[in-house]
Antibody
Framework: EVQLVESGGGLVQPGGSLRLSCAAS????????MHWVRQATGKGLEWVSG???????YYADSVKGRFTISGENARNSLYLQMNSLRAGDTAVYYC????????????????WGRGTLVTVSS | DIQMTQSPSTLSASVGDRVTITCRAS??????LAWYQQKPGKAPKLLIY???SLESGVPSRFSGSGSGTGFTLTITSLQPDDFATYYC?????????FGQGTKVEIK
């Protein structure tokens, strides 16, 4: 079955760290750019970070310098290391498979996981 | 960043109705627009890409149109399974940005 399964969410204090994982199955993980998209409760979708097939990484300005995305083809897995967490980072984090548009830095998302909730609170 | 604005924010409709949702971009995005459906507690689902291309497996009652800065998602003959929130997303210019969503409610 083609699917993405996220894990690693939880409650963390402001300033703390958390590492999210996304396990892919049913498709050739190494052939796709993979991304994280988040959604605060009752809010819209916000692109967070992307990992290209050639190892390039991309970050939203709101997380640049605090979050690190990585991928491991041998394990068909995507990761998001989140440091210096803030209350504004509280959201469900979705792992998403990307298809490329006109250039390598333009994506839309054809497969999503069910998400993992990150809560940043004291 | 390109701003995506959807209207209306909420739409009340009945089963069988024709429904149209509008998405406007703050600058031209050609046809690089996707539409997603999201139900409560679930992940978004891709419906339309490149403004008017129907994703495999999506019912033909869904259609998309537009180019430049104005786009529409139309659902002909609304079905009970279609009550959800719909998002547009531009992928013409980095970074990808989403509209704020349109909730389709039961009238």
């Amino acid at each position: 079955e083609v699917q993405l399964v996220e894990s690693g969410g939880g409650l963390v204090q402001p300033g703390g760290s958390l590492r999210l994982s996304c396990a892919a199955s049913g498709f050739m993980f190494s052939s796709y750019d993979m991304h994280w998209v988040r959604q605060a409760t009752g809010k819209g979708l916000e692109w967070v970070s992307g990992f290209g097939t050639a190892g390039h990484t991309y970050y939203a300005d709101s997380v640049k310098g605090r979050f690190t995305i990585s991928g491991e083809n041998a394990r068909n897995s995507l990761y998001l290391q989140m440091n210096s967490l803030r209350a504004g980072d509280t959201a469900v984090y979705y792992c998403a498979r990307a298809l490329v548009g006109i250039t390598r830095t333009n994506w839309y998302f054809d497969l999503w996981g069910r998400g993992t909730l990150v809560t940043v609170s004291s | 960043d390109i701003q995506m604005t959807q209207s209306p924010s909420t739409l009340s409709a009945s089963v069988g109705d024709r429904v149209t949702i509008t998405c406007r971009a703050s600058q031209s995005i050609s046809s690089w627009l996707a539409w997603y459906q999201q139900k409560p507690g679930k992940a978004p689902k891709l419906l339309i890409y490149k403004a008017s291309s129907l994703e495999s497996g999506v019912p033909s009652r869904f259609s998309g149109s537009g180019s430049g800065t104005g786009f529409t998602l139309t659902i002909t003959s609304l079905q009970p399974d279609d009550f959800a929130t719909y998002y547009c997303q531009q992928y013409n210019t980095y970074p990808a940005t989403f509209g704020q969503g349109t909730k389709v409610e039961i009238k």
